[in-house]
Every structure is written in structure tokens, then in C-alpha cells.
């Protein structure tokens, strides 16, 4: 394993001091961005280190490289953009708080999510369906480095899919907007141009988002180790450990705690540069 440093302006010192503290022999530039540290070793105070200098860090298996991948799947809300789209909804009925204490629960694992979701979407029942558009228009922007990220990944000849506990009115947008290969979400029933304040079909939860992604996974016949995961929360616990690399972006303790890399000060496009 070598350690990856990464950020979006990497301070020199900062880094020689990471790799004195783990005992690094060389430190190679991968990107403009990153550097790895070659045979350094674990320390206890590696991440509060990191951390004190803005630096995202990564164990990365020797001679990993972006092109080793052929998969890459992200959850959607407060991982690709920057909101839960479900608590700006509610936010139009004036209901935002209560659905938002819920959302952060089942984020957190306090709740199942199934639960949580049967619980918030039937607080937007009766809310007109442009409410919908208006959050997409008004308030929904993609998190920094999403569009870069995309690109590199095409580039690389990588297959993408989004995959969300949200909801399809958005992913379908987004899928086209940012050329994801698929998009799976929950769809939202609409009468008469009103939310019903119910989902139709299968709810789509962790172990639905883990399902998909080696369902398609299979059909690339690829291995585990050759796909890359990316989420924020406890609901995407199950498709993380389904890939062999998983991204925890800005996340939720409970998620941090089984990637492989958290990324805390880099963009989005930081996957990109974790590989060279």
C-alpha cells in the first residue's frame, strides 16, 4: 500500500511533514494535486495531521491506476449535489425541519431508511409538482469538481451510474446533464399535478443501491476490486462494501468509518487524482 495525499492546493511543508511522520523513502507527484508518499507507514496521528492541514489522505493498493477500474457508482443527494433534495421539498410546504431531523437519522443509521422515507414523503402530500422543478432550478447545484469528475471518467472509458434514495425527477436530469450510463431512483406518485405523499414501485434503500450496482457490475463482467463507490451516509453502506474502492464524501460518521478514503477537503474530481 502506498499512501495518496491530496488536495486542492497541497502545501509543501505540510506534506514533507506527513511524510516524515510516516516514514515515507520517496514522495512521487501523481496530479497537480496529489503526491504519494512511497513505503510510509501507519501512524496514530496521521489523520488528526492531515487534517490540521487541509490535506485528504488514502491507502491505495501499489500500482493502482484509474484505468484498473471499470465502474463507478455515487449516490446522488449531498454526494454529487449539494442537497438533500426531500428536506428542500418539504422546505415548500414549510415542513423542512421535521423532514430534515428524519433525513439526518436514517443519514446517521438511527432509523431505517425505508421507514424514514415512507415517513418524509408522506408529509409532502398535496404539494404541486413544479415544487419539484423549483428546487431543481432554485436550489439544487452540483457539488465542486462533479462536472471534472464525470469527464476523467469517460475519458478513462469508465462505466457510471447514479444511484439514489432520492428521487427519479432528479436523477433523470442529472443522468442527462453529466452523461451518467444509468440512473435508478425512487419515483414520486403525481395526480392531477399534486404529490399523493407516496412512491410508486420497490423503494430504492442501501441494499437496493448495493443490488444495482452488481447487478451491473455482472453484466460488464468485471470483479469487485475493478469498482469504485462514492456516497456521504449510512445508505450507502451496503453498495460500498460491494465495490472494491469505496468514497465517502463530507460524510456521516457511520460511513466514514468503512471507506477508504474520505474526502474532506478535495472536490469530487479528488477520485480522479487518488489514481493518476
Same mark, same amino acid.
Given at each position: 500500500m502506498n499512501l495518496v495525499v491530496l488536495a486542492e492546493d497541497v502545501d509543501s511543508i505540510a506534506l514533507k511533514n506527513v511524510a516524515k511522520l510516516t516514514g515515507a523513502s520517496e514522495i512521487q507527484q501523481i496530479t497537480p494535486r496529489s503526491f504519494r508518499l512511497v513505503g510510509a507507514q501507519a501512524h496514530a496521528g496521521l489523520a488528526e495531521t492531515c487534517a490540521a492541514s487541509g490535506l485528504d489522505h488514502a491507502w491505495v493498493p501499489e500500482g493502482r491506476r484509474l484505468a484498473d477500474f471499470g465502474l463507478f457508482v455515487t449516490d446522488m443527494d449531498s454526494t454529487l449535489i449539494n442537497i438533500e433534495c426531500i428536506d428542500e421539498i418539504a422546505d415548500m410546504q414549510g415542513l423542512k425541519a421535521e423532514v430534515a431531523a428524519i433525513t439526518e437519522a436514517a443519514m446517521q443509521g438511527e432509523i431505517d431508511f425505508r421507514e424514514s422515507l415512507t415517513r418524509r414523503v408522506a408529509l409532502l402530500g398535496g404539494l404541486p409538482e413544479r415544487a419539484l422543478e423549483d428546487v431543481y432550478t432554485q436550489r &439544487? !447545484?452540483?457539488?465542486?469538481? =462533479?462536472? *471534472? &469528475?464525470?469527464?476523467?471518467?469517460? *475519458? =478513462?472509458? @469508465?462505466?457510471? #451510474?447514479? #444511484?439514489?434514495?432520492?428521487? $427519479?425527477?432528479? $436523477?433523470?436530469?442529472?443522468?442527462? *446533464? /453529466?452523461?451518467?450510463?444509468? %440512473?435508478?431512483?425512487?419515483?414520486?406518485?403525481? @395526480?392531477?399535478?399534486? /404529490? $399523493?405523499? *407516496? #412512491?410508486?414501485? +420497490?423503494? #430504492?434503500?442501501?441494499? =437496493?443501491? =448495493?443490488?444495482?450496482? $452488481?447487478?451491473?457490475?455482472?453484466?460488464?463482467?468485471? %470483479?469487485?476490486? !475493478?469498482?469504485?463507490? +462514492?456516497?456521504?451516509?449510512?445508505n450507502d453502506i451496503p453498495m460500498m462494501n460491494a465495490a472494491g474502492f469505496g468514497i465517502a464524501f463530507h460524510p456521516k460518521p457511520v460511513l466514514r468509518a468503512v471507506a477508504n478514503c474520505s474526502l474532506d477537503y478535495s472536490g469530487l474530481d479528488g477520485v480522479l487524482d487518488l489514481f493518476g
Open positions: &439544487l !447545484q452540483l457539488n465542486p469538481g =462533479a462536472e *471534472r &469528475l464525470m469527464q476523467g471518467l469517460k *475519458r =478513462a472509458g @469508465i462505466h457510471s #451510474v447514479l #444511484v439514489s434514495g432520492g428521487f $427519479t425527477y432528479f $436523477t433523470e436530469r442529472l443522468k442527462m *446533464r /453529466l452523461g451518467f450510463d444509468h %440512473a435508478f431512483a425512487n419515483e414520486l406518485e403525481v @395526480i392531477d399535478g399534486h /404529490l $399523493t405523499g *407516496r #412512491v410508486i414501485g +420497490a423503494i #430504492v434503500d442501501g441494499e =437496493a443501491k =448495493a443490488a444495482h450496482l $452488481t447487478r451491473i457490475r455482472d453484466s460488464l463482467g468485471l %470483479a469487485p476490486h !475493478q469498482v469504485i463507490a +462514492a456516497g456521504d451516509g449510512a
